[in-house]
T-cell receptor, first 113, second 116 residues
């Protein structure tokens, strides 16, 4: 089946620095790319998303970039804080016209004070 | 309060037993899902259900079956649990917009299943 590759699986950064997570997808028809944050014992929650008609989106210290040619998208967290420590998942729609999402394998981000 | 509600939060059972998990969404969405999250935190879709159309991930064993009475409810039944079924089962919902595009998933709090 379709896959979404996510790297790195573990990421440790110093407080105040930026963190970047990269994902690649297989289906060129995918058109929706959300990012979810999951804190320990909690459910995944949407933090930002981007659609295929955009290359860049920014909100509250989060930046997502989409390179459709390379089938690659990324999340950048600027000025990280300890509260950003969590599991992050990228996802891509299974194919254009489909409501299903395929998730990456997750990145465990730890922000060290 | 509008959200996705799952019960129970935890369930411990023995191999071979049957279990059922409930999920209800009050978001007015038309599509519901079951995801399995294993000990490595991998999120794997098991089922999606939209307008009485069930889409099954072909890797899901037959002992798993979804049950829906209406678009706000999607329960999960496991006929005879195996040790490898130990995981967190996450229910989610979204609005399919007529199937034109994927939309934001809203997850429930999950049911943690432990099979002894």
């Amino acid at each position: 089946g379709e896959q979404v590759e996510q790297l790195p699986s573990i990421l440790r950064v110093q407080e105040g620095s930026s963190a970047s997570i990269n994902c690649t997808y297989e289906n060129s028809a995918s058109n929706y790319f959300p990012w979810y944050k999951q804190e320990p014992g909690e459910n995944p929650k949407l933090i930002i998303d981007i659609r295929s008609n955009m290359e860049r989106k920014q909100t509250q210290g989060l930046i997502v970039l989409l390179d459709k040619k390379a089938k690659r998208f990324s999340l950048h967290i600027t000025d990280t804080q300890p509260g950003d420590s969590a599991m992050y998942f990228c996802a891509a729609s299974a194919s254009s016209g489909s409501w299903q999402l395929i998730f990456g394998s997750g990145t465990q981000l730890t922000v060290m004070p | 309060e509008t959200a996705v509600f799952q019960t129970p939060n935890y369930h411990v059972t023995q191999v071979g037993n049957e279990v059922s998990f409930n999920c209800k969404q009050t978001l007015g969405h038309d599509t519901m899902y079951w995801y399995k999250q294993d000990s490595k935190k991998l999120l794997k879709i098991m089922f999606s259900y939209n307008n009485k159309q069930l889409i099954v991930n072909e890797t899901v064993p037959r002992r798993f079956s979804p049950q829906s009475s209406d678009k706000a409810h999607l329960n999960l039944r496991i006929k005879s649990v195996e040790p490898e079924d130990s995981a967190v089962y996450l229910c989610a919902s979204s609005s399919s917009l007529g199937g034109r595009s994927a939309e934001t998933l809203y997850f429930g709090s999950g049911t943690r299943l432990t099979v002894l």
